[in-house]
């Protein structure tokens, strides 16, 4: 304190050294899984909105694609002269995917390929080459509009001849195909599956079709099975039946099913959860092939050399978060050497999950939310959670929640999800109405229809004493998380 100048009587203001309390956070959650678009790395969200902005849009279908004026029945789409054409009815129309289409633009399409053979209509353009297809046979036409003088017609080819190594079924009746040039991939329709060829190797990426909506899940339900023309532009894929058009974007994740983790996210809000942590895996390299499983595992826990952000690498920069789940564990595809599927383990989960809560245990102010297997039987459960392979103190930072639950689905179809999505949202929930004293158990859990599995007493009694924390329903009260342990044995360390 200074020292007065002259004699007094002096007053000073002097900090009490008292803080304010202010309200933080109890309850944050981070999931890691998959989406259709949106950054690697943990980014914070804080409502669904700003998810589906960032981590949600499907690829938008351009007017041109969309407005009533398109033809009904498009059979391909050429390029020529640097012009985009659309096949239909004979014609071959001007394309300009963002405008409509004009009368004037319409040339029947024999001016363009005075020499295709008659029946010929459905067409794709790749590396500037553009080919017909019909039957078991092709054509193939360069970027010249108009024949020399006494042209040579160029011969008709096997399908087979072209695309070597092309299995049995996809040597004829092709309904279209498409090339994507940054891959240097061909994507081939019939029926209602789909074939990737690699146009670099000359040889099939996937051993063999696959159901169209597997391969691009995305796809509106009502979207029919079978496609009348394809068209890449960028990384977005385009499917046209009918009147209707889809967008498939090749960059999106992918998984052996739909995405979990935008249903967990929309779980978890609904569920109460406030703002939130989005880890997403991105399944795909720099040419939008999948990658093998072992990478994708890698990025999972955040092990992966190639994006040594993702996954649980990059939650450490987030000491917020309370709570870490990864909704699309069970869902992990990759792919092997020959294009074949691969997909994981139940012992690479668990590793996942050792890992998962390892950096929970490290971080200390943190619980890892586990879901076991869907289809697992009551009776198999607690076996399950007891094989994690665990040591004490990683249990105590560990919570599992049986079963799967069924909701509406995003896409209007129901869903069955692992629930600790929505458990995460009531986690929330109960911290913010009631405190974090009060353990979140005995609450209802919204945006569900019913437990994969209907529990009784005597099934949930065994679950119980091994700390598995059941989803219970009951007449007139919903669905409710009955239970609120973790994985310990340890009487200080049971309860969440």
């Not at 002259?6 to 202010?22: F, N």
């Not at 050399?305 to 990864?326: I, K, N, Y």
Request: hydrophobic content about 35%; aromatic content about 10%.
């Amino acid at each position: 304190m200074p020292s007065e100048k002259t004699p007094g009587v002096y007053v000073k203001d002097r900090p009490s050294g008292v803080r304010l309390i202010t309200p933080a956070q109890t309850s944050v959650a981070a999931f890691i899984g998959f989406a259709i678009s949106g950054p690697g790395t943990a980014t914070r969200v804080r409502d669904w909105q700003e998810f589906t902005a960032l981590f949600g849009p499907q690829a938008a279908v351009p007017y041109g694609f969309r407005t009533p004026r398109r033809p009904a029945a498009v059979t391909g789409f050429v390029t020529l002269d640097k012009k985009l054409y659309l096949l239909a009815g004979g014609k071959a129309m001007v394309c300009n995917p963002q405008n409509d289409y004009q009368p004037e633009n319409k040339d029947p399409a024999i001016q363009l390929f005075p020499d295709r053979p008659e029946g010929f209509v459905k067409g794709f353009t790749r590396d500037g080459t553009s080919f017909f297809f019909k039957d078991d046979q092709c054509w193939q036409s360069g970027e010249l509009k108009t024949p020399a003088p006494d042209p040579v017609p160029p011969a008709k080819r096997s399908i087979a001849e072209v695309w070597a190594g092309l299995p049995q079924r996809f040597q004829k009746d092709w309904d279209a195909a498409a090339s994507h040039p940054a891959s240097r991939t061909t994507f081939i329709f019939q029926g209602d599956s789909c074939l990737r060829y690699d146009d670099a190797n000359n040889q099939p990426a996937w051993g063999n079709g696959k159901e169209i909506k597997e391969v691009f899940p995305g796809l509106p339900e009502d979207f029919p099975q079978r496609v009348d023309a394809a068209l890449v532009v960028g990384d977005v894929l385009y499917l046209f039946s009918g009147r209707q058009t889809a967008a498939c974007d090749l960059r999106a994740s992918r998984g052996r099913g739909p995405a979990l983790l935008p249903e967990a996210v929309y779980g978890y809000f609904a569920n109460g959860g406030g703002p939130c942590y989005i880890c997403r895996i991105i399944t795909t390299d720099e040419k939008t092939k999948q990658l093998p499983k072992d990478e994708i595992l890698n990025r999972f826990r955040g092990e992966s050399t190639q994006a040594p952000h993702e996954g649980l690498a990059d939650l450490a920069r987030a000491p917020e978060v309370t709570m870490v789940s990864a909704p699309d564990v069970w869902n992990i595809l990759g792919v092997r050497a020959d294009g074949s599927d691969e997909y994981v383990t139940d012992e690479e989960v668990k590793l996942v999950y050792q890992k998962l809560a390892k950096h929970c245990t490290d971080a200390g102010n943190r619980m890892a939310l586990l879901d076991p297997k869907q289809g697992t039987e009551p009776t198999n459960a607690g076996t399950w959670a007891g094989g994690l392979g665990l040591d004490g103190t990683q249990q105590q930072f560990a919570a599992v929640y049986y079963p799967w639950v069924t909701v509406p689905g995003l896409h209007g179809k129901p869903l069955t999800v692992p629930p600790s999505g929505h458990v995460a949202g009531v986690w929330g929930r109960s911290d913010a109405r009631r405190g974090v004293h009060k353990a979140p158990a005995n609450e209802t859990l919204a945006y569900t229809n019913v437990p994969e599995h209907r529990l009784s007493d005597e099934q949930q009694g065994p679950l119980n004493d091994v700390g598995v924390n059941c989803l219970r329903s009951f007449p007139g009260r919903g669905l409710k998380v009955w239970g609120a342990r973790t994985l310990s044995p340890e009487t200080d360390w049971r309860y969440v």
